[in-house]
C-alpha cells in the first residue's frame, strides 16, 4: 500500500447576496428591535438573496473564485461535494447544478446534509479521498439560501438568518501541514430541537400546512443553546487532543456564526483570547454550511489567516451534529 497523503485546503472563494437586511428593517416587519437583536445575537444586517436565485448561483459564484484563485479550471476537478439543506430543488443535487454550471461533465458530485455542520463533514469526506490517492483535486462548498426556509413572521428565528456560499479547493499538501484531526458526531434524540416538519415524504407539501409555515425553519431556542454551548468547547478539545497539541497552539478558531453568546462560551471555557475567534456573525447572520467557509475566507483575505497558523474549524447544528477540523493553513 503506498504511503497516505496530507490534504488540505489549496484556495477558497466566497460569495454574497448584494441585498442587505438590516436589523432596522427587522423592525419593520416583526415586534423585535436592533438592541434586542444584537444583545441576544450579535447580529447587526445579513445578506439575502434576490427572487428567482437559487443555492446553485452562489455556490458556483464562490466556486469559479476558488478555481481562479488556484490557476485551475473545471476539469482540474475530481470530485464536488456540496454541503447545504437549502438547495434549488430536492432532485437533483445541487453539486449536479454546479457541475453543470462550470462544464466539468463527468465529475462526481453529490451533496451533504449535516445542516451547519455540512462544510467541516464534507472536508472529512474530501480529506480521506484526497490521503488515499483516490483524488487530487476536490471542490467542497458550503452554500444556503436560509431566507428560503426562514419565517418571517417568527422573531425568535427570522432575526438570525441569511444567505451566501464558501468554497475550498482541497489537494495534496506537504507532510505535517493541511488537515491534522477531525472530530465528527451527532445525536438524533435531537432532531426536533432544529427541524423543517413539511417537505418530506413523512409530511408532503399541502396548501394547510403551508399556511401553519410548516415548510420553513422551526427551532427551539434553549435546547440549541444548551447542546452548543458544551459540544463547541468540546469538540474543539477533541481535535486538539488527536492532534497532540493544546489551547496554546491555537493561532485562530473559525467556529460557526450562530450566536455571539455561544462563541462567547466557547472563548471563556477554553480560556482564548476573544482575537483568537474569528466570525463575520455581526455582517451575515447565521448562514448555516456557508458561515464556517465564508468567514475563514474573509479571515484569509484580510491576513488573520497565515501560512502555518494552526487553525481550528467548528460547527454544530440540527440533527444534531457537531464537527470540528485542526488543520496547519498552506498559503
Sequence with gaps: MSELRNAGIISMGSALPDRVLTNADLEKMVDTSDEWIRSM????????????????????????????????????????????????????????????????????????????????????????????????????????????????????????????????????????????????GADGTGVDALK??????????????????????????????????????????????KAGLTTDDIDMVIPHAANIRIIDSAVNRLGLPPEKFFTNLEKCGNTSAASIPLALDEAVQAGKVKKGDTVVLVGFGGGLTWAASLMKWVY
Excluded at 447545504?84 to 445541487?94: K, N
Design 41 to 184: 445575537t450579535g447580529v447587526r444586517e445579513r445578506r439575502i438573496a434576490a427572487e428567482g436565485e437559487g443555492c446553485s448561483d452562489y455556490a458556483v459564484k464562490a466556486a469559479r473564485l476558488a478555481l481562479e484563485r488556484a490557476k485551475l479550471e473545471p476539469d482540474d476537478l475530481d470530485l464536488i461535494i456540496v454541503a447545504t439543506f437549502t438547495g434549488d430543488q430536492q432532485l437533483p443535487s445541487t453539486a449536479c447544478l454546479v457541475q453543470s454550471a462550470l462544464g466539468c461533465v463527468g465529475t462526481p458530485a453529490f451533496d451533504v446534509a449535516a445542516a451547519c455542520s455540512g462544510f467541516v463533514y464534507s472536508l472529512a469526506m474530501a480529506d480521506v479521498f484526497i490521503r488515499s490517492g483516490v483524488y487530487n483535486r476536490i471542490l467542497v462548498i458550503g452554500v444556503e439560501l436560509l431566507s428560503s426556509v426562514t419565517n418571517w413572521t417568527d422573531r425568535g428565528t427570522c432575526v438570525l438568518f441569511g444567505d451566501g456560499a464558501g468554497a475550498a479547493i482541497v489537494g495534496p499538501v506537504e507532510s505535517g501541514t493541511g488537515m491534522i484531526s477531525f472530530d465528527l
Design 196 to 241: 423543517i416538519p413539511a417537505g418530506g415524504s413523512k409530511m408532503p407539501v399541502t396548501h394547510e400546512n403551508l399556511d401553519e409555515h410548516a415548510n420553513k425553519v422551526v427551532m427551539a431556542g434553549r435546547e440549541v443553546f444548551k447542546f452548543a454551548v458544551k459540544v463547541q468547547s468540546d469538540a474543539i478539545e477533541h481535535v486538539l487532543t
